[in-house]
Nanobody, 125 residues
Framework: QVQLVESGGGLVQAGGSLRLSCVASGRTFSNSAMGWFRQAPGKEREFVAAVSWSGRSTSVANPVKGRFTISRDNAKNTVYLQMDSLKPEDTAVYYC??????????????????WGQGTQVTVSS
């Protein structure tokens, strides 16, 4: 089992920044690829960013490329999502996810087997 707990969400004005954190406990975190997804009301859950087990490889979705950065600290069992230049369309519940079956990056939500409870990000215009 892997438990994931997100934090760092909140209300921010357009153009502002937030940093989300996800702390993992349970099974080995450092062998798992990690991802961030988001879901806005009435929409499907969509891929935001992912990082390989080592942190050396990352993938970022086109809508947030150049604004969001994913990173991880295996010593702290934590993955981060730095969000800059936020836009109202970034408003969503953001979920952290762990892919414990492979070490490389997956961008589909179906590859991830553990999920956090989500943290709300609201960007006002």
């Amino acid at each position: 089992q892997v438990q994931l707990v997100e934090s760092g969400g909140g209300l921010v004005q357009a153009g502002g920044s937030l940093r989300l954190s996800c702390v993992a406990s349970g099974r080995t975190f450092s062998n798992s690829a990690m991802g961030w997804f988001r879901q806005a009301p009435g929409k499907e859950r969509e891929f935001v960013a992912a990082v390989s087990w080592s942190g050396r490889s990352t993938s970022v979705a086109n809508p947030v490329k150049g604004r969001f950065t994913i990173s991880r600290d295996n010593a702290k069992n934590t993955v981060y999502l730095q969000m800059d230049s936020l836009k109202p369309e970034d408003t969503a519940v953001y979920y952290c996810a762990a892919d414990t079956t492979r070490a490389q990056i997956a961008t589909t939500r179906y590859a991830y087997d553990y999920w956090g409870q989500g943290t709300q990000v609201t960007v006002s215009s």
